[in-house]
């Protein structure tokens, strides 16, 4: 079976200090996205360029050979949220039924599973049984996380294994096909990923991507990645790829466009109740094991009892007056 495996861009920013730092509300932006592609074959000669403070990094000389645009949603609010309940947002690429799930909460932003239905319908899904942390928030110079994570397909066929470390390893001024931007952030991603399908030899990817982000422009500015693809005893193969977009600055909306840094669950963690504050009524809440099936469900969120669930992690979901949703996790002791 065919690996299902996504690479998305997903981070937005506001400027805080002369250093950019991009604050937890604004780890996505909904709507669609434009970006661009350069040719493989043109970028024998690229490079990341050097990290620090105060750089300049020129990738001018690379042009589009092809765009791509990206859509994310609130879930639920779309169809397809149903694939993946414990998902609070949905993005999908324009052109296929491709879909990657995310749970935004606590502060981290991660990625739940993933969904492709070909030209003949069928529908095969790549389920994380632990979760792949994209990124922590806020965003900052010299922020570092390492994580794993493990998932496998359904149909069945296909496992993944994988780790990554994450730097947040310089800052300055980008120009790209589409523009220069000044005060950008760059975070180097490094990945080592297994992956198994039912007869056929064992792939491993070692990856090393690096993305910039600016605190006044929506999505990701560039991002370049480097790729060793290993197939056991065949001869190791080497790929790299260069993606750009300028989608706009970020509004004065956009700034104030997550409920969930105006949200907080107290106590956490808990062994008998917990509650939850909003800035807005909330109308339903529900709470989901990590494998989201839900366990709880009520119209009230303030001394939820939840001493009957086993000692875990939990995902509390409201959804307000406003008509938008919340995700908190939590942990029961």
Known sequence: MKTIYFSFLICTG???SAQPVIPASHGSQ???LTYSHADGTTLANLVPGPSGANQ??????YTSAGTTSQTTY????NVNCSDFPVANMLIGIAGSDSYSYMLFSNNEISTVGSKVVDQNNNVAKQIFDNYKLDQKYPITYQ???SDSWSSHSDPAGNTETGTQTITVDGYGALITPAGTFSNTLRIKRVQNITTNVTGSPTMTVVSESYMWLSPNYKGTLLLISFNNITLAGFPTNQTRSFTYGNNGQLSTMDLDASEDAHAD???NPSSDYINLKTRESVVKA???????KIVWESLK???INISHLSTGSYILKAELKNGKSIVKKFLKK
Do not use: A, H, Y
Request: with cysteine; glycine share 10%.
């Open 14 to 16: 506001v400027f805080i």
């Open 265 to 267: 669950i107290f106590p």
């Open 286 to 292: 529900e709470i989901s094991n990590m494998e989201g």
């Open 143 to 145: 922020q570092t996380f």
């Open 56 to 61: 300049t990094w020129d990738f001018s000389q």
């Open 74 to 77: 609130n879930c639920p609010g």
């Open 301 to 303: 969120t303030d001394k």
């Open 30 to 32: 909904l709507g669609t």
